[in-house]
């Protein structure tokens, strides 16, 4: 292989599926993890070994990275986007929404930063890439828990790129704005979820998930001198 393995979580669908054909057309072998394998088989990309691995196994996470570097050699970039989003009303919704969002968007994340961070500083080399989002930046209502999950990831991003920077190891936050995928229709909040859809109509609509594989393509083809620490990339008509 000419191009480094690449691994790429939530690939089944949406920003993950998309950055997969993206960086697959860049040359890379991949390795693809979601729960649903078939989704990720179907894309039918050359050097992609697709695994069905919950972001909160960590041993099936280890496992199959073991596997795709013995066929690919080492990971270079990990794109840590696996993520869950249930709008809700803070007195009405329920706990396990909570803790599905705290396991996915900060465990799920955490486990693959720890999974290839300790490779990466030994050979001096290697980006991972977490996925934030707007409301990581700023608060939206019956966005609490979310809020914070995405709030965290920026803080944790940014507190391991300090503290990896000497080993010439980046860690990047690309922080989508609206994405037309089917993160908010897993909200069981029926008016926060018509509400999305409503006001993503109305500005035009919302990105296309290519436009967030673009955004996470550039910032790890750039030299590996240079980080691009943390982009925001929204719909130009989103005004929040
Ligand atoms: P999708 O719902 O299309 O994709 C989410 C992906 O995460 C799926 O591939 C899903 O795969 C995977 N996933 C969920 N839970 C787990 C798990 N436990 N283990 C492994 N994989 C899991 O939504 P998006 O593409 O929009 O979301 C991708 C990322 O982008 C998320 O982190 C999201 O928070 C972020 N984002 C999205 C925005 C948007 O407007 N769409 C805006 C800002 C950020 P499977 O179900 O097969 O496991």
Same mark, same amino acid.
């Given at each position: 292989m000419s191009k480094p393995l690449v691994?790429?979580?939530?690939?089944?669908s949406g920003i993950g599926a998309a950055t997969a054909k993206l960086f697959s057309e860049a040359g890379h072998p991949l390795l693809l993890l979601a729960r649903r394998l078939p989704e990720m088989e179907a894309l039918?990309?050359?050097n992609a070994l697709c695994r069905a691995v919950d972001v909160m196994d960590v041993d099936a996470f280890r496992a199959a990275i073991a596997e795709a570097e013995a066929r690919f050699g080492k990971a270079d970039c990990l794109v840590n986007n696996a993520g869950v989003m249930f709008c809700g009303d803070p007195v009405k919704q329920s706990?396990?929404?909570?803790?599905?969002?705290?396991?996915?968007?900060?465990?799920?994340?955490?486990?693959? !930063?720890?999974?290839?961070?300790?490779?990466?500083?030994?050979?001096?080399?290697?980006?991972? #890439?977490? %996925?934030?989002?707007?409301?990581?930046?700023?608060?939206?209502?019956?966005?609490?828990?979310y809020c914070g999950t995405k709030f965290a990831v920026h803080? !944790?991003?940014?507190?391991?790129r300090q503290e990896v920077s000497g080993s010439d190891v980046?860690? #990047?936050? %690309?922080?989508?704005?609206?994405?037309e995928t089917d993160?908010?229709?897993?909200?069981?909040?029926?008016e926060a979820r018509d509400g999305w859809w409503e006001y993503a109509n109305r500005i035009g609509g919302a990105l296309k998930p290519e436009s967030i594989a673009q955004s996470i393509l550039f910032a790890y083809q750039m030299p590996q001198s240079v980080c691009v620490r943390e982009m925001v990339v929204c719909p130009t008509r989103q005004e929040p």
């Open positions: 691994i790429i979580t939530g690939a089944s039918a990309l050359p706990a396990d929404e909570w803790q599905r969002m705290l396991d996915v968007n900060l465990r799920g994340l955490l486990n693959g !930063i720890q999974l290839v961070l300790e490779g990466m500083v030994a050979r001096q080399s290697g980006t991972i #890439v977490n %996925i934030g989002s707007i409301a990581g930046v700023k608060t939206f209502p019956k966005h609490a828990v803080a !944790i991003t940014e507190t391991i980046r860690l #990047v936050t %690309i922080a989508p704005g609206m994405v993160l908010v229709n897993h909200s069981t909040d029926a």
